[in-house]
């Protein structure tokens, strides 16, 4: 039995918490906030014996084996740098923290301390994006020249809200912006230039946010995110014979199709009862299980890769915090 804790009780909580009682051998054993009646009602709501009033109180907990890290990004460093000290394993929300050197400390912690850390970027874990991964390396396609990836939904605008609130860490590139960036450095790696441009509300943050990368290899990598409207939200990987459509929205998708030159399209469905949040779940159990530190699939090195990418569009984009 994996005992989990979160640290956080917000909705994205809700629906790992309700994902998590899907898995095999996972108990939800804690649950921490700032306000104990907010931690009362997370625990009543899914039977967690334990419910703290305080992020510290994790931490008496001797039996307590994995902490979901689940507040607002701007809180991402510190809370996983108590845990990590105290010698807790953590699972640790998108974006990892707000800025690359944050990251570092956080990798070199975990490694320091030789305890288990991964960043919650739940779409690798996703089968539809594994068969696309695949698929891709296998030639299917053929050399893979550009990845095209959108996300964006109609927000509504509310100024104190984690969205649009700068102190927060809001706007659209954090927050989903690095849904498109994941694909592309999943399918092409580390690009060779990267241009970037943002609009701003009146609030500070970025309203929406567009990426061109470039690569070695002569691949190129279109992506947006908006708050502003809802999109298609569809992940293109385009080859030199064909193209892999992951359905939409294509970060949870629940279905690939692969399109062959003078070949009938060939669909794999992942249809599932879930969120989706019970792969990376499933996953982190067995790193546990089998004593690693980090996960094979999204390695620290993948992490701090991907956040020093968000800096450099940050920076590209004029978006500062």
Known sequence: MTRWGILGPGRIAHK???????????????????????ANEFAETYSIPHAFGSYEQLLTLPDLDIVYVATPHVKHHENVLMLLNGGVAVLGEKPFAMNSEQVREMVETAREKKVFLMEALWSRFMPGIRQALELSQSGAIGKVVSVKADFGFKAPFVPDNRLFNKELGGGSLLDIGIYPLFLSYLILGKPTTIKASAIFGTTGVDEQCGMVLTYADGQLALLDSTLLADTDCIGLIQGETGQIRIHSRFHENKGVTLIQAEQPEKSFDFDRETHGYDYEAQHVMQCLTEGKTESPFWSLDDSLNLMELLDKIRAEAGIVY
Do not use: H, K
Not at 16 to 31: G, R
């Open 16 to 38: 790992f918490a309700q994902d998590l009682l899907t898995v095999p051998d996972a108990q939800l054993y804690a649950v921490a906030s700032t306000d104990q009646q907010r």
